[in-house]
């Protein structure tokens, strides 16, 4: 559990984004963090059947992508590949207490130390997806391979640019984790690779341009 020197509270204004499954609040005490808020089962966005029955029938399966998330986290993390600094990942730090519930903590990304930083989707839409910024988000996708951490909804919706030790670096903030029954992507490369290849295709005809599989990078 994280601990902060004063309570965390939150209001409905804190409110910066929101998935299927969690609501995103940002707090004025605490600028470096976001916290992100579970959904009741009734309030989430079911993409199919099978599932909102899986976790009907077994509830604690309600709970189950925070529990891979953490898990490709701390796998990368205590893996031997390099420095954590290059993790593709917003940092995870545990859990504080609020007034609203039980908050997951999370690295802030953010290009000013204040704002969360843009998404893929909102440079691509102000024309500010350069080839530079193009260059950082073919790192993104070879930072992603290196490291071996699986992907379950890698989008340009969930993917910020920030920095870090003074550089621009694409992080996803969410997505990641094996959230299948039968975690193949967690053990199996091949399969883990083909995963994530489709994602990066997605999202690179999403944007206009090209993903090459072969070199792992955008054009």
């Not at 440079?123 to 290196?146: I, K, M, V, Y």
């Amino acid at each position: 559990m994280t601990h902060f020197s004063k309570d965390l509270v939150l209001h409905d204004t804190d409110l910066v984004a929101e998935g299927g499954e969690r609501w995103v609040y940002q707090s004025t005490d605490y600028p470096e963090y976001v916290f992100k808020l579970q959904k009741p089962v009734h309030a989430r966005e079911a993409k199919n059947t099978m599932k909102e029955r899986s976790i009907r029938w077994f509830p604690r399966l309600a709970d189950r992508i925070v529990h891979r998330e953490y898990a490709a986290y701390l796998r990368a993390c205590l893996a031997p590949q390099g420095d954590v600094d290059t993790l593709p990942i917003n940092r995870l730090y545990g859990f504080a207490k609020s007034n609203l519930g039980l908050m997951q903590v999370s690295e802030k990304v953010s290009l000013d130390g204040m704002t969360i930083g843009p998404t893929i989707k909102q440079l691509h839409n102000e024309g500010t997806l350069g080839e530079e910024r193009l260059e950082l988000l073919s790192d993104f996708a070879n930072a992603f391979l290196h490291w071996g951490i699986p992907t379950n909804d890698i989008s340009r919706q969930n993917v910020v640019l920030g920095r870090r030790n003074g550089r621009e670096i694409f992080l996803a903030v969410d997505g990641f984790g094996d959230i299948k029954i039968i975690p193949t992507r967690s053990h199996v490369p091949f399969v883990r690779r083909r995963a994530l290849v489709r994602r990066l295709d997605r999202i690179a005809t999403r944007i206009g341009r090209e993903f090459d599989p072969a070199t792992f990078r955008f054009r």
